[in-house]
């Protein structure tokens, strides 16, 4: 099996949670990690190249894919987790407008910027494959999340569109929508729901497991290893997908 071996990979939200995961596994296997995130002293800790960018920016993006250019060679796979989550939204009536600007900045503008950059590399290669960490809020919505909502259903827009202007060149695009993964964005959210209800986190991440019918929430190494197939040389037949991982519940 190729997998990913000798396959540059950029990662990003790589400095916590699903994204670091995911950047320690592909390297596992065999693939060359550019690693992306905000905070260098996370990134540090990786073993691997890495950029400290804000993605949310046309020039955060550019810096980030100049970088990996420059150390390791154009961009072969493209794992584009990074995101801003829910914990301090409101419903519609009450919402910040600011809030879901910034939103929309890092969780769409971001990966359009990001594909737009490294999809002309992967054409000219003849090979290439995208991988977007939506959410299963993605599909549907939940409450009080009118910003990561949409972001989230947009990212799915993104990505299938993706797939159609990439496929004649064997480019796929694929995205995985996590449930709750107890990640540091998530643990933001328990806090600030336990806030509001006056209850503990561990009480709320009790209730979120008892969603699954495991009585558990998903782990961020089970996200990790369906992004790991989705960057593989064995997905060639994958594409424009939207694939759930959320231990069976898919409401």
């Not at 099996?1 to 592909?26: F, H, K, Y």
């Not at 590399?121 to 409450?143: H, K, N, P, W």
């Not at 997905?235 to 231990?247: C, D, K, Q, R, Y």
Request: negative net charge; charged residues 20%.
């Amino acid at each position: 099996m190729a997998g990913v071996a000798g396959r540059v990979a950029l990662v990003t939200g790589a400095g916590r949670g699903i994204g670091r995961v995911t950047a320690e596994l592909l390297l596992s296997r065999g693939a060359r990690v550019m690693a992306v995130a905000r905070s260098e002293h996370e990134l540090q800790t990786l073993g691997t190249d890495y950029v400290v960018a804000d993605l949310g920016t046309e020039g955060g993006c550019n810096l980030a894919v100049k970088e990996t250019r420059k150390h390791l060679g154009p961009v072969e796979i493209l794992v584009c987790n990074h995101g801003i989550g829910s914990a301090h939204e409101r419903v519609i009536w009450e919402q910040d407008a600011e809030l879901w600007r910034e939103t929309m900045r890092i969780n769409l503008d971001g990966p359009y910027f990001l594909s737009r950059l490294v999809v002309k590399d992967m054409i000219e290669q003849g090979y290439g494959r995208l991988v977007f960490t939506s959410s299963t809020a993605g599909q549907v919505a939940e409450y009080a999340g009118s910003a990561y909502n949409s972001s989230k259903h947009g990212l799915l827009g993104l990505m299938r569109s993706v797939s159609q202007d990439g496929g004649p060149h064997n480019v796929t695009s694929n995205a995985v929508l996590p449930g709750w993964v107890r990640t540091p964005m998530a643990e933001k959210s328990a806090a600030a729901e336990a806030d509001e209800r006056g209850i503990t986190t561990d009480r709320v991440w009790k209730e979120r497991a008892a969603l699954y019918p495991p009585g558990r929430v998903v782990t961020p190494e089970e996200v990790a290893e369906v992004i790991a197939f989705f960057a593989s040389e064995e997905s060639s037949g994958v594409s424009g997908e939207a694939i759930t991982v959320a231990l069976g519940n898919n409401s």
